[in-house]
């Protein structure tokens, strides 16, 4: 128990570590090659977060037992969006209302609506074909679902590419290359190689801890890893999105969650629907869904004021509280 308790925590902290070091040279190539803060955002900065919960799924299926691998990968799958949606976004309106109180910034969150706009529709699009076309069992439709999510992700990045945005704010000094004021495109992506590789190694520990800590337990490991795979992996990257909102960078913040989703709802499930059976209980679909009413809710939000969009933002948190509930009745059932 202890050392599947040390495997789980060296794993995580492994993937928190190449997460902080990935993100952080995507920011410095964003910024090298002058890119936006749309594209910063929803793309570098937004793939750079939600590459830990891609990976981690990956080397759940590929190389753990069928069965219980199986499941750790797709809860990872369908946790990642819910909690960005029912966590992560509530999280940045949260701050602003507490940051407002505390009268330290204004209370409307001034996001580039149309970005996030962007965001929404198209995580809703490729998330309700996951969640309602996915589920039947004709290999050749998911293979087909699967080429059409990946094409659509790459149709969304060369949207936000072409987008009109603000060109994003300063980034902080590269982690290896702290005294250079202005260090090479190489040693960026050097950095960025080398975070994935302790991606890797961190989620296959990870996994593991992971994997036999929920049998330990007796806990169902695809309700296990939706709970607590994407609140280890997700939340902690989300202090970014927490300091920009309280340094006035909203687009970066939200842009960074609203990116994530699309990638989340994309290139991740493209992996499920092929590599698993992609059988949905009703625990995970009902995560889905909420996930799918808690991102329509902040797409109406934003059709308001900027300070009306900060509540609405924040809304998604009931969903989350009314799973935690279900999810416990489930365990004690």
Same mark, same amino acid.
Do not use: C
């Given at each position: 128990?202890?050392?599947?308790? *040390?495997? *789980?925590?060296?794993?995580?902290?492994?993937?928190? +570590?190449? =997460?902080?070091?990935?993100?952080?040279?995507?920011?410095?190539?964003?910024?090298?090659?002058?890119?936006?803060?749309?594209?910063?955002?929803?793309?570098?900065?937004?793939?750079?977060?939600?590459?830990?919960?891609?990976?981690?799924?990956?080397?759940?299926?590929?190389?753990?037992?069928?069965?219980?691998?199986?499941?750790?990968?797709?809860?990872?799958? $369908? =946790?990642?969006?819910?909690?960005?949606?029912? $966590?992560?976004?509530?999280? /940045? =309106?949260?701050?602003?209302?507490?940051?407002?109180?505390?009268?330290?910034?204004?209370? %409307?969150?001034? +996001?580039?609506?149309?970005? $996030?706009?962007?965001?929404?529709?198209?995580?809703?699009?490729?998330?309700?074909?996951?969640?309602?076309?996915?589920?039947?069992?004709?290999?050749?439709?998911?293979?087909?679902?699967? @080429?059409?999510?990946?094409?659509?992700?790459? *149709?969304?990045?060369?949207?936000?590419?072409?987008?009109?945005?603000?060109? /994003?704010?300063?980034?902080?000094?590269?982690?290896?290359?702290?005294?250079?004021?202005?260090?090479?495109?190489?040693?960026? +992506?050097?950095?960025?190689?080398? %975070?994935? =590789?302790?991606?890797?190694?961190?989620?296959?520990?990870?996994?593991?801890?992971?994997?036999?800590?929920?049998?330990?337990?007796?806990?169902?490991?695809?309700?296990?890893?939706?709970?607590?795979?994407?609140?280890?992996?997700?939340?902690?990257?989300?202090?970014?999105?927490?300091?920009?909102?309280?340094?006035?960078?909203?687009?970066?913040?939200?842009?960074? @969650?609203?990116?994530?989703?699309? *990638?989340?709802?994309?290139?991740?499930?493209?992996?499920? /629907? /092929?590599?698993?059976?992609?059988?949905?209980?009703? $625990?995970?679909?009902?995560?889905?869904?909420?996930?799918?009413?808690?991102?329509?809710? +902040?797409?109406?939000?934003?059709?308001?004021?900027?300070? @009306?969009?900060?509540?609405?933002?924040?809304?998604?948190?009931?969903?989350?509280? @009314?799973?935690?509930?279900?999810?416990?009745?489930?365990?004690?059932?």
């Amino acid at each position: 128990m202890v050392i599947d308790f *040390f495997l *789980f925590l060296l794993g995580l902290t492994l993937i928190l +570590v190449s =997460g902080e070091l990935f993100t952080n040279a995507v920011e410095a190539i964003g910024d090298k090659l002058n890119l936006s803060k749309n594209a910063t955002g929803s793309i570098l900065a937004a793939v750079g977060t939600a590459l830990p919960e891609t990976i981690l799924p990956i080397i759940a299926v590929l190389f753990f037992d069928e069965a219980s691998g199986e499941d750790i990968g797709v809860g990872a799958i $369908l =946790g990642a969006p819910f909690m960005l949606s029912t $966590l992560a976004f509530p999280l /940045v =309106g949260l701050t602003v209302i507490l940051a407002y109180l505390a009268k330290k910034r204004d209370l %409307a969150l001034k +996001v580039e609506e149309v970005g $996030l706009r962007r965001d929404l529709i198209f995580f809703l699009f490729a998330y309700s074909i996951a969640l309602f076309i996915v589920p039947f069992e004709n290999h050749l439709l998911r293979v087909f679902t699967a @080429i059409f999510l990946l094409s659509l992700y790459v *149709f969304y990045v060369l949207i936000t590419l072409r987008s009109e945005s603000e060109e /994003v704010e300063g980034v902080e000094k590269l982690y290896f290359a702290p005294k250079s004021k202005n260090p090479g495109l190489g040693i960026m +992506v050097f950095q960025l190689v080398f %975070a994935l =590789g302790l991606m890797i190694a961190g989620a296959h520990a990870f996994v593991e801890g992971l994997q036999k800590i929920s049998i330990q337990f007796g806990l169902s490991p695809l309700l296990f890893s939706l709970l607590v795979a994407p609140i280890a992996t997700e939340l902690p990257e989300k202090v970014n999105s927490v300091l920009w909102v309280l340094r006035g960078k909203d687009s970066l913040a939200v842009g960074n @969650i609203s990116g994530a989703m699309v *990638f989340q709802s994309s290139i991740p499930v493209s992996f499920g /629907v /092929v590599f698993t059976q992609w059988k949905l209980d009703q $625990l995970a679909m009902i995560s889905g869904i909420f996930a799918i009413i808690a991102s329509f809710l +902040v797409l109406a939000f934003s059709y308001t004021n900027k300070r @009306i969009l900060t509540f609405g933002i924040t809304s998604g948190i009931v969903f989350y509280l @009314i799973y935690l509930v279900l999810a416990i009745k489930n365990i004690k059932g």
